[in-house]
């Protein structure tokens, strides 16, 4: 079954950054499709980037674009997201997902003074 883990996350002060990681099994990763979500705090889950197969196209949210980058290592089944100038309102649990909307766990990101 598809299994999806997060890892990364954590504190981390406005303008700082931090690289999560999201390890992939029980699926074809390398030709599927991935995505970053997230879930601020009482709020629903707001999608963060989108990454194709071969990483031929990258799409993000206008709220991280220019601050988010969106990778991936098919050979090692990994799945990225470098984020740089953390705000406080980027303060979330971060999921990996696959396109029809399987998650992780989630890896908690607090950007706080």
């Known amino acids: 079954q598809v299994q999806l883990v997060e890892s990364g996350g954590g504190l981390v002060q406005p303008g700082g950054s931090l690289r999560l990681s999201c390890a992939a099994s029980?699926?074809?990763?390398?030709?599927?499709?991935m995505n970053w979500v997230r879930q601020a705090p009482g709020k629903g889950l707001e999608w963060v980037s989108r990454?194709?197969?071969?990483?031929?196209?990258?799409m993000y949210a206008d709220s991280v674009k220019g601050r988010f980058t969106i990778s991936r290592d098919n050979a090692k089944d990994m799945l990225f997201l470098q984020m740089t100038s953390l705000k406080p309102e980027d303060t979330a649990v971060y999921y990996c997902a696959t396109e029809d909307g399987a998650r992780g766990q989630g890896t908690q990101v607090t950007v706080s003074s």
């Open positions: 029980g699926f074809a990763f390398s030709v599927a499709a």
């Open positions: 990454i194709s197969r071969y990483s031929g196209s990258l």
